[in-house]
């Protein structure tokens, strides 16, 4: 024997029909308050203002993660201080295609 018992009702009648409370106005404040907060914090979320809060503190910060990000890219390309006859000091920017393959 089965049987199917169906209920036709909204989420908030079923909610007060087994006794639970109303959350739609916490809802709405929580929202409210999330809303107010994304809106006030925006701005630090911008590039420019996300640059200048991490390259405040050191100001040789930038001139580091300059040479870090050349060092990576010479390394990519293979690092020149592993060959024989490599130069030292020589960075991507100054590093022609001649240096960066070695002798043939």
């Known amino acids: 024997m089965k049987v199917r018992i169906e209920i036709d009702c909204t989420p908030l009648e079923a ?17 409210d308050k999330l809303q107010r907060q994304m809106m006030a914090n925006i701005d630090k979320a911008s590039p420019e ?5 991490w390259f405040t503190f050191d100001p040789k910060l930038a001139e ?9 890219m ?5 690092t020149l ?14 590093a022609v295609p001649e240096q960066r393959l070695g002798p043939k």
């Not at 203002?49 to 809060?53: E, G, K």
């Not at 580091?64 to 990576?72: E, K, N, S, T």
């Not at 010479?74 to 293979?78: E, K, T």
């Open 15 to 31: 909610r007060q029909s087994i006794g639970l409370p109303d959350v739609a106005p916490m809802q709405i404040a929580m929202m």
């Open 49 to 53: 203002a996300l640059m200048q809060s």
């Open 64 to 72: 580091r993660f300059q040479d870090l990000f050349a060092a990576i």
């Open 74 to 78: 010479v390394g990519l390309g293979g």
């Open 81 to 94: 201080l592993a060959r024989p006859g490599g130069k030292a000091g020589v960075t991507l920017a100054n």
